[in-house]
């Protein structure tokens, strides 16, 4: 069956048209969606991908907690396009370069995201980009870009390193520490300071916004039967008790610098309130307000994980340690890196980074939905579909990448990672999509990680394994601890 690219303009298609308006709240009830999903599938024109199509709740309970077994196995079988039920529902997943550039670059028109999975967000984050589509989103994005120039990225770093040198000179040598909780904190100090200006030791803004937020993000860790409850204890009800906290923190601070406004701040919000569109148009303030909580989930949570997962395995894999610390002694001479060190003298920093993205990637699923038919690889997929590319499960395809479990830091050399197919490599997504915040997260890692291997070494803790959960980004399976350890000193040379 061949399914026109170009879709009549009476053609049916799946959810609204796009448009600049901001779109309706949605329902909140899962059970809606629950019944959305089925009725969805009955109504389909055209079929499904192959794939295990039974109900299986031992294979949904795997998928919830390790799925890249299944997914690598199913494309083996299937190729790089196939579904799996999932309790109610047939999920659609696409594998492999083509399949991740189909989606995010050359056919983004034939999905939306806030019918798909993001769309669980909106209860925290409201309209932000992670939750709009169409036209709205694209306003959105060129309003919020200016805000995200290597200038700006630059202005933040001071407030970066200034708080990783403090969260730095708290680690006491010999002790074990949850490195993931230990990020964590950070990362949430850094939020307040950069995207916020607010001080996160100021108890009645700063850091509640910062308890408040880690509180709401617990509703999307949770198992997904206990996000369907809405009791007066479930976790559904502290997600909202907190957000109405946070949005009391945020619009005050709004009112409060629009009725003193300070061209001098550099933090996302002033520049957020001062942005305008082309046509001269800015956000409003609930527009501020979402886009602000979709920052700080998206940068907060990333930042977190790919820091903990490059100390675990720089800690596994003794000469890549090495290799950077001579490439710091080398280029820094002990010295906090500036901005511009950390963009471009600092290449083997980045290649460890990148590595750890390929087999971490903490956004490890694009969720969408179909909003047409379409044809991929061969098969067809239904408007209405719940269509997902995955990173996590792409940058392990041995033929595209070899020896896919290996960390080797290498393999992103400036030609190699030129080499690479399109769409090999998707840590941050692609096309119009691609994570507006790339710049701001990188910068963040890679300045922490400098300076704590400036100063200290993290070592494992024998017997100790680790497991990775997947929501609502991968991060360590109960955190990552291990021992801190004074820096051991390269051997001097002659």
């Not at 295990?52 to 494309?75: C, E, Q, V």
């Not at 083996?76 to 189909?102: C, D, Q, W």
């Not at 939306?112 to 909106?122: M, P, T, Y």
């Not at 108890?203 to 409850?229: I, K, M, N, P, V």
Request: some cysteine; proline content about 9%.
């Amino acid at each position: 069956m061949t399914i026109p690219e170009t879709i009549p303009a009476d053609s049916p298609a799946y959810g609204p048209p796009d448009s600049d308006a901001r779109p309706e709240a949605g329902s909140t009830n899962p059970w809606v969606r629950v019944l959305d999903d089925i009725v969805s599938e009955r109504r389909a024109k055209v079929p499904f991908p192959p794939g295990p199509g039974n109900f299986d709740f031992a294979r949904t309970k795997r998928m919830a907690h390790d799925p890249l077994p299944i997914l690598l196995s199913n494309y083996e079988r299937y190729g790089p396009v196939f579904s799996i039920r999932m309790l109610h529902a047939k999920v659609v997943f696409m594998l492999g370069p083509e399949a991740n550039t189909y989606v995010t670059v050359t056919h983004p028109h034939n999905f939306h995201w806030r019918e798909g999975s993001f769309g669980d967000l909106i209860p925290l984050l409201g309209d932000g980009l992670l939750t709009i589509d169409g036209g709205y989103h694209d306003r959105a994005r060129r309003i919020m870009m200016p805000a995200f120039h290597r200038e700006q990225i630059e202005a933040a770093v001071e407030a970066m390193a200034l708080e990783a040198a403090a969260a730095i000179e708290r680690l006491t040598r010999g002790d074990a520490v949850d490195v993931y909780e230990w990020m964590r904190n950070l990362a949430m100090r850094i939020a307040m300071r950069a995207l916020l200006g607010l001080d996160p030791d100021d108890a009645g803004h700063g850091a509640s916004a910062a308890e408040h937020f880690e509180r709401a993000l617990g509703f999307y860790g949770t198992e997904y039967h206990l996000r369907l409850l809405r009791g007066p204890r479930s976790p559904w009800r502290r997600l909202i008790r907190s957000r109405a906290v946070l949005d009391r923190i945020v619009y005050a601070e709004i009112a409060r610098r629009l009725a003193n406004p300070d061209p001098g701040r550099r933090d996302i919000l002033s520049l957020l309130l001062a942005a305008r569109d082309e046509d001269g148009s800015g956000f409003s303030n609930e527009e501020v307000r979402d886009q602000l909580m979709t920052l700080m989930f998206a940068g907060h949570d990333t930042s977190t994980s790919t820091l903990s997962f490059l100390l675990y395995e720089v800690a596994r894999n003794p000469h890549v340690l090495a290799a950077l610390q001579a490439e710091q002694e080398r280029v820094l001479g002990g010295e906090p890196p500036t901005p511009e060190q950390l963009e471009h003298d600092l290449p083997y920093l980045e290649m460890v980074v990148d590595e750890v993205l390929r087999l971490y990637p903490p956004a490890w699923i694009g969720p969408r939905r179909a909003v047409r038919d379409f044809e991929f690889g061969g098969r067809t997929v239904p408007a209405g579909a719940h269509v997902n590319y995955c990173s996590w499960a792409s940058h392990r395809i041995p033929e595209i990448f070899g020896e896919p479990e290996a960390f080797i830091p290498e393999r992103f050399t400036r030609e190699r990672k030129a080499s690479l197919p399109r769409g090999a490599y998707v840590p941050f997504g692609g096309g119009s999509r691609i994570c507006i915040g790339k710049r701001f997260g990188q910068t963040e890692v890679k300045l922490v990680a400098t300076m704590l291997l400036q100063r200290l070494r993290l070592e494992l803790l024998p017997g100790r394994t680790m497991t990775i959960r997947q929501m609502p980004t991968l991060s360590p399976e109960g955190g990552l601890e291990m021992r801190v350890r004074e820096r051991e000193l390269p051997e001097p040379l002659g």
